[in-house]
């Protein structure tokens, strides 16, 4: 257990460092124009409240005098983006985002820069590697859409939900990082919908022990980092603290709170023992219970929770990074590994990809012929299981091989390239390791043997500019 936790110490370390990191050219300043108090279905009664500040929609121009935002703001708002907009699809009735694209992984959820609008046909993404702001595609075109820095985009009547990240390279003018704001493509209005949380937190453990090894937690700590998912009944909001070390554990704080469109409430759905993934499957909420560390020493089960009524349903799986497509669970499962002295040996492991029916309970395996990390992300495409060190395994052929990259060079085999994967439902997207771009991925037939050895490469995936 004392493993687990450092390892997810570890994975959280590296996606604070991926989405944090990153050195300033220059200082930008973004702003929103005064906003009208959103309606109540948009505002949460309790602890999530508005901004009203005076100053917020004032930046200084380059003559040092302030200047009223207004006229930034009609670059945004009255562009319309494509012009006049029809529906030409429809939402989802659970989904703001496609599943495919909400499989985070525990402490280190993903950026999930890439949405698209099934009602309007727009793609949006986060120009990640580029001006990190919110870009919009339709029909091959593409268009600036909203000039403020984002993570985490989801679509919903028509509607871009997406949280402010700074992402160390802007400076923000009546904003912080953790704010939920929203954008009408039809009129291009920005306006802000949850803020507050990215301060301070408050800590429901007062103490916290582990072997006997007690540690008082103040009442109240910085925000280290937050994440949301929106669906079509409400919005999930987490707050994490920074980590705490507890002997040979870590603790790290976490509040969730969950705002329901149709009771204009918010609920917080915090625990100590517990952690909780935004991934819904018919009304539950899937949750990680990491039990009593100190008595029973028992592993950490994978359960279904509730949202309205509490509920508890056990599962006869249990998962460190998953998905869930309709009613079925994709996870890995890894076997044979041992304790080298110093670190895992997986010389003699293997891998199967598993596919659990969350209906019917039953599970199909798929074995791979390499050994993959529990904790490494992968990611489903029409029908296909790609890997960060572009290992990909067609469930429907059931055969799989590694593919190499028009970003590195072809003797590098098995090293992670990519960081996240994501999809519009036509294409697939995803975040280079090596340059930390967002690119769009085309697939191509092209086999390469690398001389001298056995290792053959069965596909080259291309990453291309995203907006072209």
């Given at each position: 257990m004392?493993?687990?936790?450092?390892?997810?110490?570890?994975?959280?370390?590296?996606?604070?460092?991926?989405?944090?990191?990153i050195?300033?050219?220059k200082?930008?300043v973004i702003?929103?124009?005064t906003?009208?108090?959103?309606t109540?279905?948009?505002?949460?009664?309790?602890?999530?409240?508005?901004?009203?500040?005076?100053?917020?929609?004032?930046?200084?121009?380059?003559?040092g005098?302030p200047k009223?935002?207004?006229?930034?703001?009609?670059?945004?708002?009255?562009?319309?983006?494509?012009?006049?907009l029809?529906e030409?699809?429809?939402?989802?009735?659970?989904?703001?985002?496609l599943?495919?694209?909400?499989?985070d992984v525990?402490?280190a959820?993903?950026?999930l820069?890439?949405?698209?609008d099934?009602l309007?046909g727009?793609?949006?993404?986060?120009?990640y590697?580029g001006?990190?702001?919110?870009?919009?595609?339709k029909?091959?075109?593409?268009?600036?859409?909203?000039?403020?820095p984002?993570?985490?985009?989801?679509c919903?009547?028509?509607?871009?939900?997406?949280?402010?990240?700074?992402?160390?390279?802007?400076t923000?003018e009546g904003l912080?990082?953790?704010d939920?704001?929203?954008?009408?493509?039809?009129?291009g209005?920005?306006s802000?919908v949850?803020?507050?949380?990215g301060?301070?937190?408050g800590?429901?453990?007062?103490?916290?022990m582990?072997?006997?090894?007690?540690?008082e937690?103040?009442?109240?700590?910085?925000?280290?980092?937050?994440?949301?998912?929106?669906?079509?009944?409400?919005?999930?909001?987490k707050?994490?603290?920074?980590?705490?070390s507890?002997?040979?554990?870590v603790?790290?704080?976490?509040?969730n709170?969950?705002?329901?469109?149709?009771t204009?409430?918010?609920k917080?759905?915090?625990?100590s023992?517990a952690?909780f993934?935004?991934?819904?499957w018919g009304?539950?909420?899937?949750?990680?219970?990491?039990?009593d560390?100190?008595?029973?020493?028992?592993?950490?089960e994978?359960?279904?929770f509730?949202i309205?009524?509490?509920?508890?349903?056990a599962l006869?799986i249990?998962?460190?990074?998953?998905?869930v497509?309709?009613?079925n669970l994709?996870?890995?499962?890894?076997?044979?590994?041992?304790?080298a002295?110093?670190g895992?040996?997986?010389?003699?492991a293997?891998s199967?990809?598993?596919?659990?029916?969350l209906?019917?309970?039953?599970?199909?395996r798929y074995?791979?012929?390499?050994p993959?990390?529990?904790?490494?992300?992968f990611?489903?495409?029409?029908?296909v299981m790609?890997?960060s060190?572009l290992?990909?395994?067609?469930?429907s052929?059931e055969k799989?091989?590694?593919?190499?990259?028009?970003?590195?060079n072809?003797?590098?085999?098995g090293?992670?390239?990519?960081?996240?994967f994501?999809?519009?439902?036509k294409q697939l997207?995803?975040?280079?390791?090596?340059?930390?771009?967002?690119?769009?991925?085309e697939?191509?037939n092209d086999?390469?043997?690398?001389?001298?050895?056995?290792?053959?490469?069965?596909r080259?995936?291309?990453?291309?500019?995203?907006?072209?």
């Amino acid at each position: 257990m004392k493993m687990i936790l450092l390892v997810l110490l570890f994975l959280a370390g590296c996606q604070k460092q991926n989405s944090g990191n990153i050195e300033a050219e220059k200082e930008n300043v973004i702003d929103v124009p005064t906003q009208e108090a959103p309606t109540p279905e948009e505002v949460p009664k309790k602890e999530m409240t508005e901004k009203k500040d005076s100053e917020a929609s004032q930046k200084i121009t380059e003559d040092g005098t302030p200047k009223e935002a207004w006229d930034e703001v009609i670059t945004l708002t009255q562009g319309k983006v494509f012009g006049e907009l029809m529906e030409v699809g429809t939402e989802d009735a659970v989904y703001c985002n496609l599943p495919e694209n909400l499989n985070d992984v525990p402490y280190a959820e993903k950026l999930l820069l890439v949405c698209p609008d099934p009602l309007y046909g727009i793609d949006y993404y986060v120009d990640y590697g580029g001006d990190y702001l919110i870009h919009a595609v339709k029909d091959g075109k593409g268009e600036l859409a909203v000039k403020i820095p984002a993570k985490r985009l989801f679509c919903r009547g028509g509607k871009l939900y997406f949280m402010v990240e700074n992402y160390n390279k802007y400076t923000l003018e009546g904003l912080e990082n953790g704010d939920v704001l929203t954008y009408d493509p039809i009129n291009g209005e920005v306006s802000v919908v949850l803020s507050g949380f990215g301060g301070e937190m408050g800590v429901p453990e007062k103490t916290v022990m582990r072997e006997e090894i007690i540690v008082e937690i103040p009442e109240k700590i910085a925000v280290d980092d937050t994440c949301m998912t929106v669906y079509q009944d409400g919005i999930y909001y987490k707050q994490k603290g920074g980590w705490i070390s507890i002997g040979e554990y870590v603790y790290q704080p976490v509040n969730n709170y969950y705002y329901s469109f149709k009771t204009k409430e918010t609920k917080r759905i915090n625990s100590s023992d517990a952690i909780f993934y935004f991934v819904e499957w018919g009304g539950y909420l899937f949750v990680w219970d990491m039990g009593d560390l100190d008595i029973e020493e028992k592993f950490a089960e994978n359960k279904l929770f509730h949202i309205e009524t509490g509920e508890e349903k056990a599962l006869g799986i249990a998962w460190r990074v998953f998905c869930v497509v309709a009613d079925n669970l994709y996870t890995m499962s890894t076997s044979g590994v041992e304790w080298a002295g110093e670190g895992y040996s997986y010389k003699n492991a293997y891998s199967d990809i598993v596919v659990y029916n969350l209906k019917t309970e039953e599970e199909k395996r798929y074995r791979i012929d390499k050994p993959e990390d529990q904790y490494s992300g992968f990611f489903l495409f029409n029908d296909v299981m790609y890997f960060s060190d572009l290992y990909y395994y067609s469930l429907s052929e059931e055969k799989g091989g590694y593919a190499y990259s028009s970003l590195q060079n072809k003797n590098d085999i098995g090293f992670p390239i990519v960081s996240e994967f994501y999809t519009d439902g036509k294409q697939l997207y995803g975040l280079s390791v090596l340059d930390g771009k967002l690119y769009r991925i085309e697939e191509q037939n092209d086999s390469y043997t690398v001389p001298g050895t056995d290792h053959t490469y069965s596909r080259r995936l291309d990453f291309l500019p995203i907006g072209e």
